[in-house]
């Protein structure tokens, strides 16, 4: 099993940051990717970003440049730098993993409780 524990969300005005944790535990370590994906409601899911076991990293186009996704290995954690917020980025956000290789962007196996990102204009 894979336990993974978000933190780190909040509300924030458009422009601002905020940076989501990822405490990972149980056999996170040995997962392929690490990575968070995002649900609006009445939306369908969203994958953000993610890295896998060789630190190579993927971004969604709607991402790029504004958000960064990184890991500290010895703490087992992940992060999601979020900057240059947008309304439109309100939404829980879900840390996740999965052992598989061939995965969509949002197909993770092992997800998180989520934290909830609030952008306001």
């Known amino acids: 099993q894979v336990q993974l524990v978000e933190s780190g969300g909040g509300s924030v005005q458009a422009g601002g940051s905020l940076r989501l944790s990822c405490a990972a535990s149980?056999?996170?370590?040995?997962?392929?990717?690490m990575g968070w994906f995002r649900q609006a409601p009445g939306k369908e899911r969203e994958g953000v970003a993610r890295?896998?076991?060789?630190?190579?990293?993927s971004y969604a186009e709607f991402v790029k440049g504004r958000f960064t996704i990184d890991r500290d290995n010895a703490k087992n954690t992940l992060y999601l730098q979020l900057n240059s917020l947008k309304p439109e980025d309100s939404a829980m956000y879900y840390c996740?993993?999965?052992?598989?290789?061939?995965?969509?962007?949002?197909?993770?196996?092992?997800r998180g409780q989520g934290t909830q990102v609030t952008v306001s204009s």
């Open positions: 996740a993993a999965d052992g598989r290789k061939w995965i969509g962007p949002a197909d993770f196996r092992y």
């Open positions: 149980g056999y996170a370590s040995s997962m392929y990717y």
């Open positions: 890295i896998d076991s060789e630190g190579r990293t």
